[in-house]
């Protein structure tokens, strides 16, 4: 898992700019999307290809929401540990930090490892809910 095995052609640095200029969590079409109307064409083919070897290689995170689409999100070292919100009314994925999450999640982990002897390693964490815009548009 380094991104050093990676060799960043053209086509691959262009995919890693647009992910890299946005705060968003795009989806291999908006890639595709973004990268047509800056006149660069790179196959759809090629650009799930390549998300998929940024991620083997963890450049970029995979953001499952379980809508049926992936989107993705360059993986910034120096970022802090964060998870997302989903909207379930318009579909926004926006990004939060807890302070507390990891004394939370220590404990979660421990009384894991007693009752099942399982190792937690990682962990994914998507909240679902209502958004403060669609909130206020109640
Ligand atoms: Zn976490
Ligand atoms: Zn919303
Ligand atoms: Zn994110």
């Known amino acids: 898992m380094s991104?050093?095995?990676?060799?960043?052609?053209?086509?691959?640095?262009?995919?890693?700019?647009?992910?890299?200029?946005?705060?968003?969590?795009?989806?291999?079409?908006?890639i595709y999307f973004i990268l047509k109307r800056k006149n660069i064409k790179i196959g759809l083919a090629t650009i799930y290809r390549t998300l998929d070897l940024f991620y083997r290689n963890g450049i970029v995170n995979k953001i499952n929401i379980?809508?049926?689409?992936?989107?993705?999100?360059?993986?910034?070292?120096?970022?802090?540990?964060?998870?997302?919100?989903?909207?379930?009314?318009?579909?926004?994925?926006?990004?939060?930090?807890?302070?507390?999450?990891?004394?939370?999640?220590?404990?979660?982990?421990?009384?894991?490892?007693?009752k099942y002897n399982f190792t937690v390693l990682s962990h994914e964490i998507y909240l679902y809910g209502i958004c403060k815009e669609c909130n206020e548009s109640e």
């Open 3 to 30: 991104r050093r095995n990676v060799k960043i052609t053209k086509k691959r640095q262009a995919i890693l700019d647009v992910l890299r200029a946005t705060d968003e969590h795009l989806t291999a079409e908006n």
């Open 66 to 114: 379980g809508d049926g689409t992936i989107r993705y999100e360059y993986v910034d070292k120096g970022s802090v540990h964060h998870h997302h919100l989903v909207c379930i009314k318009c579909g926004k994925v926006m990004e939060y930090t807890d302070e507390k999450e990891p004394e939370f999640l220590e404990g979660l982990a421990k009384r894991i490892k007693e």
